[in-house]
């Protein structure tokens, strides 16, 4: 797929509009506080990126009757900053509640971690912007490629409209049939004893997880499969055999030995893979950091294009020192100890840097909807926690010292990954680097002073983390609050399960490394691998139909310069079109469902009709079988055109 923009360098239209700033702004609380909601009643959180260009385009094309291109894309970029950021908070602040170290939200506490972690994410990435998102063709950033289709379709004679429009209609009635009126179910999955062990198989049914796999390509799913076939079909039946299986369900037991143990060897292969990562691009993140420290020169940065500008590095220093000297000051007043202090703001730059370049390479592979933010926060939390361990911190006031550095560093992970979707859209569609980034610091301030006040108001109206009937579960808090008090506590951590996902990892780099030097069309990139151990199989399923799509379309498409053929555009348009039309109707359904529980309602969601099991798993084929016939079918369509 071409990267020449849709704008070009020279054409100068309006794009940091005040319409489009407040627009933003509104669409960043809203799908922020929707995605809070979400992620502590589901353990997920929606994108916001693709959903919000829409809404723009809805409301400044079509009510106002003013916007353009650029303006829209502010608006997502914006916007797509509350929910990242909600992501981030959701995934580790409540576990201080669930531990028992706090009793509610403070607001300042809050506040404070989301803001440094949202700025870091963002200032860190800006150095990196050339080298992953420019410059390396192997990261596609999947929802940032579909949201620039989204918005290029809405403009002037809107070729393409008809795919986009056909995709995101049957992503959000498949959608809505799933989560709205549970008439398919989302997931199939079963699980049997068998020799003494326990087997597992399962798919989710997603229009939006095709689309990310015919975008992202055959060959990244294909690794993802293989590393979720290496931890369900492999890892949970030898470990079954080896430790014996236990009483209960056996679908419950595969998800324990899976969540309890297998997951790990995720976890250690994330570290391997991510130390790698950097190793390949070192060259690219030093020369972005050269740019940033290197003297000012005024002829250079008139001589520059328009869509190569990013924040001038007079601002990036100044913000940088700011946030250190704010961080210094919050955490000597939170943890009263001024080596603590120091040690906790080191921690949270060199993993803030490390992790938010490990964030933007995953997303650019396997896309933002699939990034295990969770796992790469979890290697976060182990290093803070042995840091301090060995610093002799302990008991609960160690717990709040690691989930307070691994929460700054959980926002700058995931605000890292929703920059780096935004400025490839911007890439694609000829946006000014400069203004998409002070719109995501601006996003971020606004959106930091409102998770305090939701998460305080769930809290007290339904209990996160307390199982009590009707309480938010925050199963990644939970998560993380377990893994705290292992460390300081009475719990284990599952310490070979982690050794066995680095040894795998570095099997793995050995392997891409051989391919690599053979110049293999295919390879063995050890990320994905290592993210489809740590996430659930059934994800792989849908994304590997996508790639297969994608490969089958590609081989049959005429050999040209741009890779664009009629069928892979095609298959592009619609694949964008299935995930915003998922998104957008996961967003409707979450702010159904917070204003239903805030406003007391009382309508139930889902609406359970009454169908029988295997007439709904029956359906629930069909529907995942008619997304992958109509990909098809317009992708081979187009390549007869």
């Known amino acids: 797929m071409s990267q020449d923009p849709y704008i070009a360098p020279h054409q ?16 960043a609380i809203v799908l922020g506080a929707a995605n809070c909601y979400l992620g502590l009643y589901a353990g997920m959180t929606v994108s916001a990126s693709i959903p919000a260009a829409v809404i723009s385009m809805g409301i400044l094309r079509g009510i106002l009757r003013r916007g353009n291109i650029l303006e829209n894309n502010m608006v997502q970029t914006l916007a797509s900053t509350g929910e990242s950021l909600a992501a981030g908070i959701i995934f580790t602040l409540p576990a201080l509640v669930i531990a028992g170290v706090w009793s509610g939200f403070d607001f300042w506490t809050v506040t404070l971690v989301s803001l440094f972690g949202g700025i870091l994410g963002i200032i860190f990435m800006i150095p990196m912007r050339k080298s992953l998102v420019v410059d390396e063709k192997m990261l596609k950033y999947p929802e940032g ?35 709205g009126v ?23 049914i997603s229009a939006a997880l095709v689309g990310v796999g015919a975008i992202v390509g055959f060959n990244i799913s294909i690794l993802m499969f293989t590393g979720g076939a290496i931890g369900w079909l492999i890892g949970i039946p030898l470990l079954g055999y080896l430790e014996g299986v236990g009483p209960g369900k056996s679908l419950d037991v595969a998800w324990d030995l899976w969540g309890t143990k297998i997951r790990y060897i995720g976890v250690g292969s994330m570290i ?15 020369s972005g950091f050269r740019e940033v420290f290197k003297p000012y020169n005024k002829e250079e940065q008139k001589a520059a294009l328009r869509t190569e500008l990013n924040m001038s590095n007079r601002h990036i220093i100044a913000i940088l020192a700011i946030v250190a000297i704010s961080m210094f000051a919050f955490y000597l007043l ?13 921690l949270i730059f060199i993993l803030s840097v490390f992790l938010v370049a490990v964030a933007s390479y ?83 301030v606004v959106a930091s002073l409102f998770f305090a006040p939701i998460l305080a108001l769930l809290h007290n109206a339904y209990g996160i983390g307390t199982n009590a009937p009707g309480s938010l579960k925050a199963p990644q808090a939970a998560l993380f609050a377990s893994l705290a008090e292992s460390i300081f506590g009475e719990k284990e951590m599952p310490w070979i399960m982690i050794g066995i996902g680095i040894v795998l990892a570095i099997v ?59 069928g892979m555009r095609n298959v592009i348009l619609l694949a964008s079109g299935l995930i915003a039309g998922e998104a957008l109707m996961g967003i409707l359904l979450a702010l159904f469902i917070w204003c ?46």
């Open 145 to 179: 490629t579909a949201c620039a289709e989204v918005l290029k379709a809405g403009e002037g004679e809107r070729v393409g409209m008809g795919e986009i429009a056909l995709g995101m209609i049957t992503g959000a009635v498949l959608k809505f049939f799933i989560s």
């Open 272 to 286: 391997v893979a991510g130390i790698w990562s950097i190793v390949k691009i070192r060259h690219g993140i030093v």
């Open 182 to 204: 549970a008439l398919f179910k989302g997931t199939i999955e079963a699980a049997r004893r068998l020799s003494g062990s326990i087997f597992y198989f399962g798919s989710d």
């Open 12 to 27: 100068n239209i309006p794009e940091f509009t005040w319409q489009a700033i407040l627009l933003g702004i509104i669409l």
């Open 508 to 566: 793995n780099v050995a392997l891409d490394e051989i391919l690599e030097k053979k110049k293999t069309n295919f390879r063995m990139y050890p990320m994905p691998v290592a993210v489809g151990i740590y996430l659930p199989f059934s994800l792989a399923i849908p994304i590997v139909a996508g790639g297969l799509i994608e490969l089958v379309i590609r081989r049959r498409a005429p050999r040209q310069k741009k890779n664009a053929a009629p």
């Open 362 to 444: 995953i997303c650019g592979l396997v896309g933002s909807s699939n990034s295990p933010v969770s796992g790469m926060t979890i290697c976060a939390l182990l290093v803070t926690a042995l840091v301090f361990y060995l610093m002799g911190v302990t008991g609960t006031f160690a717990i709040l010292a690691t989930l307070l550095v691994s929460g700054v560093i959980c926002c700058a992970t995931c605000t890292a990954g929703d920059i780096s979707q935004d400025l490839k859209t911007g890439l694609l569609v000829g946006a000014t680097p400069r203004k998409q980034q002070w719109g995501e610091i601006i996003g971020a």
């Open 596 to 641: 239903n529980e805030m406003f007391l309602w009382k309508i139930d969601l889902p609406i359970n009709l009454t169908l029988s099991e295997g007439v709904i798993t029956g359906l629930t084929i069909a529907a995942g079988g008619i997304i992958i016939a109509i990909l098809a079918r317009k992708g081979l369509h187009g390549n007869n055109q």
């Open 334 to 346: 939170t943890l009263k100890s001024i080596g603590l202090t120091i040690v906790s703001v080191i």
